[in-house]
């Protein structure tokens, strides 16, 4: 039970920190010197990494589970660090693109796992998952908005996020998810079957107007909002994250 409950939440986790960069936007761009196309470029880059990180559905069918959502929960603190002691805007892309490709390795690997554990109990769980994941996206604001009030700035946050995913990597890396099941297939054929599924690539054009539109589009307005009409950093962020 703790370890589905622990599945559970990683969802929660990922929406949390994943808004963070569009939440903190204009304190980031102050910090930074960054121009206003170098903090959209930010906020795309790391959907666009979640593009890649796609490619984890498939490695999860045929690669331990634990391996990938571990090894992404970690490279995905590792991200966050970044983002916490760096100082410039070459730092800060790189991280964001790798973070978002780890996002999905960590996500997929945990959410797949936690698939094969549900039983009939799967709708509910499910629903739980999604329920947590709604949470962590208003809790990330929210926590920006408290942290900018307070005068704490945006980089603990980042900092404290890491020292959570560092947490989950080593309790994933123990934990004993299950075996993947391939179904006879290879990678190859798994791929091909996968890219010969119209639904695939509907969704995919979907997810990539909406992944790639929505946090840029939360970002330069939070950062709009400070630079021109006057709003707080903290304010702007509960405006964003409602």
Known sequence: MGMVLGLVLVDAADEWFSYLPA???PQ??????????????????????????????????????????????????????????????????????????????????????LADLAGDDLDAILAGKDLMG?????????????????????RPLFGAAAVVMVLFGVWLAFQPLPAPASGGHTPWTAIQGTLRDRRVWRMTVVLLLWDTIEAPFLGLAAASLVATQGYSAGAAALLIGT
């Open 134 to 154: 709604s949470l962590g996206t208003i809790a990330s604001p929210l926590c920006v908005a408290i942290a900018a009030s307070a005068g704490i700035g945006w």
């Open 28 to 113: 980031i761009r102050v910090d930074l010197g960054l121009s206003y196309a170098q903090l959209g470029s930010l906020l795309v880059l790391l959907p666009a990494g979640g593009m890649l990180g796609n490619a984890t559905l498939v490695a999860a069918d045929f690669v331990s589970r634990r391996v990938i959502a571990a090894s992404g929960a970690l490279v995905y603190a590792g991200c966050l660090a970044a983002f916490a002691l760096g100082d410039s805007f070459a730092v800060l892309a790189v991280a964001s693109l790798v973070w978002g490709a780890a996002s999905d390795a960590f996500v997929h690997g945990a959410g797949l796992a």
């Open 23 to 25: 939440s903190a936007a």
